[in-house]
């Protein structure tokens, strides 16, 4: 059977292969998730002494310490969606905290806000704001805030507070809706060391209450040491830094959307495609292997083609000898730039050295003639370039055990022919002149 440009068809969902055309209707593959950034952090309470007046322009702000007497934090806050761990930009965040005597600012001393026995109460209390602020999260789904390292006071363990908002304009108050409520805690040996050797914190010593232990932290248990749990880095007089992140309720942006990934015998290798659109801050992909389908291991790195100026982009690699052993499954980790990553679906290949293709002269000019097994009904075959980009695709006559590829719309350079059967795949590699 002769294959004409006009047989190759436009979508190659018609084929059955799951690398789609850019112009044919796509399905984003699901992504598998880290549970610690990715699951919904547990909600607590907003505390006696919210950040409130909520969203007022005075908070919108990144230094909170106001002067307050401390060991300088700078600590960031990342903001994921839960649905698919993709950064949430644009959210709301306030944060709040006590001094390092244990007091709340904006709200009157005495009662649940006296921090350590009335001791260092500071004047005018209601009218401060310190240790409070609020920022729109950026790109990467990030707030930034430089305040004092707070104070633990009796009751609590170490703590800041943060809500996540939705919704709203700005420097302004109007339109957020309220999505989560948490607090997160700090390594428990770093932040002692802290508080037994610096001042104004060594009038009080190490925090006496472990999270297990502490009325917010112990509820669901053992869920702060996952979810809840910033880390802090520096020594001395500081300054230190603390990164943290959690997931709220939301879609996130990824930092690409792939819009196919398969597979195929080459000989006794494993050749992989893939392709992609609307990289931002990408860094690379790492290809993962598996003998079974369930434990993965590292089989190499392609970084993201940055040098590309397109939306989309094609992506091969090929697993040397990898067939010797029998079927192959795979998956893509996709890794940002700041390490953060989410992974692909699962793809398998399987072993299928009975199907004997041969391709024909090599190299080949407007034509490529095909030798292959008698064609039963469903055998199918796809042309991409050398970077994984489909040039063509169609099916074998029925019954054929020989077909003549029109491969005049090709441009001179190298090719792989992939042929499907049922399932099973072999690529055959060819020049063009």
């Not at 806050?77 to 905290?97: A, T």
């Not at 999505?179 to 700090?186: P, Y």
């Not at 040098?307 to 010797?324: A, G, P, S, V």
């Not at 090709?410 to 055959?428: E, F, H, K, N, V």
Request: hydrophobic share 35%; net charge negative; proline share 5%.
């Amino acid at each position: 059977m002769k294959l004409t440009r006009k047989h190759f068809l436009k979508s190659l969902a018609a084929m059955g292969f799951s690398y789609p055309l850019a112009n044919s209707g796509v399905k984003k593959l699901s992504a598998f998730v880290s549970p610690p950034v990715c699951t919904l952090v547990p909600s607590e309470t907003l505390g006696p002494f919210p950040s409130l007046p909520s969203g007022d322009t005075m908070y919108w702000r990144s230094d909170i310490d106001d002067g307050q007497a401390g060991v300088a934090l700078n600590f960031t806050i990342r903001i994921n969606g839960d649905v698919n761990c993709g950064v949430m930009s644009g959210v709301r965040v306030d944060v709040w905290h006590c001094n390092a005597h244990g007091f709340y600012s904006h709200y009157a001393t005495g009662g649940t806000n006296n921090g350590h026995s009335g001791s260092n109460t500071p004047s005018n209390n209601a009218n401060l704001i310190y240790c409070r602020g609020t920022q729109l999260t950026d790109s990467n789904g990030e707030v930034n805030f430089t305040t004092i390292f707070p104070g633990w006071y009796p009751g609590r363990t170490c703590h800041i507070h943060f809500a996540v908002y939705t919704g709203g304009i700005a420097n302004s108050s109007s339109g957020w809706i309220l999505n989560r409520v948490s607090q997160f805690t700090f390594p428990i040996t770093e932040k002692n060391v802290l508080y037994t050797s610096q001042v104004p914190y060594t009038l009080y010593g190490a925090d006496p209450l472990h999270p297990d232990n502490d009325n917010v932290f112990s509820s669901p248990a053992g869920a702060w040491s996952t979810y809840q749990l910033g880390n802090l880095n520096g020594s001395g007089s500081g300054p230190y830094s603390s990164y943290y992140e959690a997931a709220v309720s939301g879609t996130g942006a990824l930092p690409l959307t792939l819009l196919g990934f398969n597979g195929s015998a080459f000989h006794q290798d494993a050749l992989l495609w893939w392709k992609t659109e609307s990289e931002v801050n990408f860094s690379h992909f790492e290809i993962e292997y598996s003998e079974d389908g369930e434990d993965f291991e590292y089989a190499g790195k392609i970084l993201s083609q940055v040098q590309n100026l397109e939306n989309t982009r094609e992506y091969t690699f090929i697993d040397k000898d990898r067939l010797l052993y029998g079927h192959a499954y795979y998956r893509l980790k996709i890794v940002d730039l700041d390490g953060t990553f989410f992974y692909s679906s699962i793809i398998g290949i399987k072993t299928n050295f009975d199907i004997q293709v041969h391709a024909y002269p090599v190299p080949a000019t407007n034509y490529l003639m095909l030798s292959h097994p008698i064609n039963e009904g469903k055998d199918k075959i796809l042309v991409m370039d050398s970077m994984g980009k489909p040039i063509g695709l169609g099916t074998i006559e029925l019954g054929a055990n020989h077909s003549q590829i029109d491969i005049s719309l090709c441009a001179p350079g190298l090719y792989y022919l992939i042929y499907d059967r049922q399932g099973m795949s072999q690529t055959i590699k060819f020049v063009k002149h």
